[in-house]
């Protein structure tokens, strides 16, 4: 492939979704402008392309025995778009320090968005820091890069949100975990699912629970809306899976009251 394919096949850029949405929840929490909305696009598609492309780069010995992943690394690509990715942030970073609220958490969650994944600390090998480390820099300091871009004030509903964001990371990543186990333990990762099976399996129901519940908290001033919320969720959870039945309810719980408080102001 060429450089251009292999640097977009590294960063897979639909694996963005939910965390593109964690960030702009909290940028929804205050007010922001257009160029610092551009910009703060700029920095978290930076750190993302990062994050998915050092990640594809280490995990070539397991991916490469899950044909499934589709890792660019095992198809021909080189360390060369890796090398443009990390480029690309060290620019980011700079455009960073025009923020002074922004620049350390920001540099926290590339530093530990790489060490998931780098060698000799790669977070990902080491059972309980695998999750840890992804409901930070996957969860709770994407949500607060957006706080601190907009200006937002630290509000009862920003910790709920914020809190029940980290929470649902956790899920997001032991679903993975569980997803990939066998092949992660092929390759010698001792992640918290390959090292603790009952346990993970256990924290990811808690997490799932626990980061619904903390949406309901969030969107409990409309009993009917409420009320719509968890059947729509049960029923998709019913039609597909119990996990897509929470993505509904976490996701759609914490935008709706930020969105219905914007549309309040105009």
Not at 173 to 182: A, G, S
Request: proline share 3%; charged share 10%.
């Amino acid at each position: 492939m060429s450089l251009a394919r292999c640097v977009i096949a590294a960063i897979r850029p639909r694996g963005w979704r939910a965390y593109l949405w964690m960030w702009l929840l909290g940028v929804l929490h205050g007010r922001v402008d257009a160029q610092a909305l551009l910009l703060g696009f700029y920095m978290v598609a930076s750190f993302l392309a990062t994050a998915f492309a050092v990640n594809n780069f280490y995990d070539v010995q397991g991916d490469s025995l899950n044909n499934s992943k589709g890792n660019p690394f095992t198809r021909g690509c080189g360390s060369g778009a890796v090398k443009v990715v990390i480029l690309n942030q060290f620019i980011a970073a700079l455009v960073a320090l025009a923020y002074p609220r922004v620049f350390p958490i920001y540099l926290v969650m590339v530093i530990l968005g790489v060490l998931y994944s780098a060698p000799p600390i790669r977070l990902k090998g080491k059972a309980g820091l695998d999750v840890l480390s992804h409901s930070l820099y996957f969860g709770l300091l994407l949500f607060l890069t957006g706080i601190f871009i907009s200006g937002a004030t630290i509000t009862h509903n920003v910790l709920v949100a914020g809190t029940t964001t980290s929470l649902y990371s956790a899920f997001l990543q032991l679903r993975n975990l569980e997803k990939d186990k066998e092949y992660d333990g092929l390759a010698g990762d001792n992640t918290l699912s390959v090292r603790y099976p009952s346990l993970s399996k256990f924290l990811l129901y808690l997490t799932g629970v626990a980061s619904s519940l903390g949406a309901l908290l969030a969107f409990m001033h409309d009993a009917t809306l409420t009320l719509v919320l968890l059947a729509a969720s049960t029923l998709l959870g019913t039609l597909l899976s119990w996990e897509r039945g929470i993505d509904l309810l976490v996701v759609t719980g914490l935008s709706l009251p930020v969105l219905v408080s914007i549309c309040a102001c105009y």
